[in-house]
């Protein structure tokens, strides 16, 4: 036995095992992809209870396959359960009628008494305890192997190398857009490895649980091709042209100039009113390519296509009717679109958001989404910066709920101070706040309030009148008082009472789809009950002897640390976007901070972690009094380097206190177990966030390091 090895590889194991696990369950339980930070506590969870069972008599590492397997068996058997009993099953997501929190995508069944209505709560705990019971027998490889080398320090340092070289090769296998089959060899070579490769047992759970993923990585999309994007597992259906994700329809490519006239629609209004056209067009989420055919039929010079997937893209490119990556005129740019719209050198005359919603977190740290943090008072501010003087910015999509429309109103006519014009298809007299709405919504607003006065003034006139065929638009004003022919539809502006949206989204707080600041019971607060009771019994079952005393020091350490990490990962999604290479890098440089402070543990050896805790706090204050979009005002150079100040050296000082303490254990497997323990509770306070935003969430962090500083005390450290 080389117990560095082994913790090396263990390591490696659980970080990549949790990546993995995390994009392949998100993928495949339905609308798992809303709640893939239920994954990685899990994973957390898991390793936890090994760690504490790491003085067991068992050898937990033979059960590891086992119950991967049924995990992965139960995960397709619910994707194969929600889809052949269409008629009869619905996952309730919250309230569909007037939802206090919206998930696109997951409104398309009704709730009502002739179907059996499953919460997502009730399939996340279920996922949740499945996931963490598989990687209870990691765990407790881990423990084994901190426990038989002396040196503490130095083995928490290989712990980090393993969990480093688990992200760097996670992230190059992204790059290359490698499915599932490619991902989880080592997963499984690994899980061999440590339950014994030669036992019949293991090699049949080995092999079962290999097909299950495969078939859930390539065989559930009856009719179509499958690709694993960093982001999505995308299937693409050749004969329809639909584009779903994570097994959500996301979008349908269409030959906008014959059935496309809802995209064509701002290049109509501002023709017929006889306005100036858009040369020069921004489009933000541009995904397969509708909305840039859309404006290289309206006239545009140039287009600067954005769009985060390079997989949907790319099916663009190589299948969209209309070919419009092919044209000359168009930039496309694999970029985040928050990042690029603040950025970017160019001015333009219409800015697009193109029915901008991700259906996936931005990563497992966090409840924000992909988007999310382009639908803030910041990002709208970042719009108009690049847009011209008399430039146009429209916004559309189904939003599905009134209030969400006021809140997108008000928005922007606060940054832009202007009220937009609103409207709908089919037509709505007026927004109802409490109301649902299947429609489509269309929002056009300018800098300038004279750009979009044509289009007011034709509207006094009469109707705008659009037809399902877009040719006989080509050819027709629409802007009249009587349909011009049968099949026509009458479109108009649609009220907004502006004041009714106090509650605006900020980058402190960017929840777009919450409509006040609370935790919804369903299913937030439903979900954080279902984890903490499974926590609470799965750690009661599998914590050693009662005469061992649990280690509160460690378990805050644990939890503020979580903390921590959140605030990183979101803080340098908004500075520097929020792709999955900034994602992987941030991740990546944490984990190259926590080995640096073990070299100066190993170095200095610190006699007192007094100042340590001193200044980790003041460097979390910092974080907390300064808002984020200070750094935005910087240049890229100094906002880089204040930013990664600021993030990076509340995790220094933290990291210091760690290994200082860890040094000195007895058990270590014990005390890292209770760390990690803590990283549920940090987990679960991140929900905080949707109440008092993400600046003051790290306070939450001071307050848990406060904790750990005063129970030091109490048991005779610092």
Known sequence: MNPRRDLFLVSFLILFFELAAIRWFGATVVFLTFFTNLVLLASFLGMSVGLLAAGRPQNLAQVVLPIATLA???AIAT????????????????????????????????????RWVVPIWAIGAVFFALVALAFVGLGQAMGRAFAAIPDRVAAYSVDVLGSLTGIAVFFVMSAFELPPTVWFVPVVALMLYFAGWRRPVQLAAAAASYALVAIGSHALIVHGEVFWSPYYKVAYSPITQVIATNDIGHQNMVPVGQIGPAYLLPYFLMRDAGGAPFPEVMII?????????????????????????????????????????????????????????????????????????????????SSVRLENFLFTREAFEDVKRALKPDGVFAMYNYYRQGWLVERLASMAAEVFGVEPI????????????????????????????????PIRAAFEKGDFWLHAYPPRN??????????????WHALGPTR???????????????????????????????????????SVALLLAFAPARRVRPNWQMFFLGAGFMLIET???????????????????????????????NLYVVKFRPASLAPYYALLVIALLVNALVPMNVFLSLSPLWRALASCAVVFVPVFFAGVVFATVFRESRQPDVDFGWNV??????????QLSLVIGFNYLVLVAVLYYVFSLLLAQRRGGV
């Not at 541009?286 to 790319?314: F, M, Q, T, W």
């Not at 509650?503 to 979900?527: C, F, K, N, V």
């Open 677 to 686: 323990a803590g990283i549920i509770l940090g987990g679960l306070s991140e």
């Open 496 to 534: 907004v009472d502006l004041g009714g949206a106090r509650l605006l989204p900020s980058d402190d707080w960017p929840q777009l789809y919450l409509r006040t600041r609370e935790i919804p019971w369903a299913p937030i607060g439903q979900g954080m009950l279902a984890v903490a009771l499974i």
């Open 79 to 114: 994707n194969l359960a929600y889809w052949q009993w269409a008629d009869a099953v619905t996952v309730s997501v919250g309230e569909r009628a007037s939802p206090r929190l919206i998930y696109f995508g997951t409104d398309y069944r009704p709730a009502d008494p002739t």
């Open 285 to 365: 989420g541009a995904g397969s390519g509708n909305d840039v055919a859309a404006a290289l039929r309206g006239g545009a010079k140039h287009v600067d296509a954005v769009e985060i997937d390079p997989r949907i893209n790319r099916l663009g490119r190589e299948h969209h009717p209309e070919q419009p990556y092919a044209d000359p005129r168009v930039s496309v740019h694999l970029d985040d679109g928050r990042s690029f719209a603040r950025n970017t050198g160019r001015k333009y005359d219409l800015a697009v958001y193109a029915m901008v919603d991700s259906l996936v977190l931005h990563s497992g740290y």
């Open 72 to 74: 992965f068996a139960a």
């Open 474 to 487: 080509q050819d027709t004003n629409g802007y009249r008082r009587e349909a011009p022919g049968p099949d």
């Open 567 to 597: 605030k990183a990962v979101v803080h340098m999604a908004l500075l520097f976007g929020g792709t999955w290479v900034v994602n992987s890098v941030v991740f990546f440089a944490i984990l190259v901070m926590i080995l640096a402070a």
């Open 422 to 453: 609103v409207i709908t298809l089919p037509r709505l007299d007026a927004v109802e706040p409490d109301k649902y709405y299947a429609g489509f919504t269309f929002l056009l607003v300018s800098p300038d309030s004279k750009r979009l006065a």
